[in-house]
């Protein structure tokens, strides 16, 4: 168990519409990061909050966005669907930016 | 561009077999080098970091290196419950960038 809880665990939506995932980090870990994963390839970097500011981000659209808050939760957000969203959404806390992360078990969102 | 590319894609075993897998990565401003395991439909799991060239961690039967260009995850004597997906990440300034994994199968 790494501490890390994300809900919910799985999710259908329909194209268009917006979602809202959470994480839980565990506790006194300052950075929270958002990872995309499809079937078969490695997690794609969404972006990273420190201190509950972006940090960094990968080459996500501004549809993506997020949030992270002092009692270390955060949220992914994602507006108008698309299907190419359908992925494993994973979070990952660590202490500090460049220091090894831990995952949470992640969200497998459905977009029909 | 920075990017980080693992070989092989795949690798099976005999139980027993020593092998390496390979992080190639090219980045500017390397911060920090990580392998994870990833077993089906959870999170990656941390494994090492690593944070200058000729650097090294061991944990069991796994061993981790650092040059300056790629990252070597050894693997000796595995067992049956070693077959994951063994995924490398790199850490810059602003991002975090992972490779997309090697499938090890280890048979009996």
């Known amino acids: 168990e790494t501490g890390v809880t994300q809900s919910p665990t799985h999710l259908i939506k329909t194209r268009g519409q917006q979602v809202t995932l959470r994480c839980s980090s565990q506790?006194?870990?300052?950075?929270v990061s958002w990872y995309q994963q499809a079937l078969g390839q490695g997690p794609q970097f969404i972006f990273q909050?420190?201190?509950?500011?972006?940090?960094g981000r990968g080459n996500f659209p501004p549809r993506f966005s997020g949030l992270q808050f002092p009692n270390y939760s955060s949220e992914l957000n994602v507006n108008a669907l698309e299907l190419d969203d359908s992925a494993l959404y994973l979070c990952?806390?660590?202490?500090?930016?460049?220091?090894?992360?831990?995952f949470g078990q992640g969200t497998r969102l459905t977009v029909v | 561009e920075d990017q980080v590319t693992q070989s092989p894609e795949a690798l099976r075993l005999q139980e027993g077999e020593s092998s390496s897998l390979n992080c190639s990565y090219t980045?500017?401003?390397?911060?920090?080098l990580f392998w994870y395991r990833q077993d089906p439909g959870k999170g990656p799991e941390f494994l090492f970091t690593?944070?200058?060239a000729g650097e090294e961690k061991e944990k069991e039967r796994l061993k981790a290196t650092l040059t300056k260009k790629e990252s070597f995850l050894h693997i000796t004597a595995p067992k049956p419950e070693d077959s994951a997906t063994y995924l490398c990440?790199?850490?810059?300034?602003?991002?975090?960038?992972f490779g997309s994994g090697t499938r090890l199968s280890i048979r009996p």
């Open positions: 990952a806390s660590s202490p500090d930016p460049n220091t090894e992360a831990f």
């Open positions: 506790s006194g870990h300052n950075t």
């Open positions: 909050y420190y201190r509950e500011e972006e940090n």
């Open positions: 980045v500017s401003g390397l911060r920090g």
């Open positions: 690593l944070y200058s």
């Open positions: 990440a790199y850490s810059s300034a602003s991002k975090i960038i």
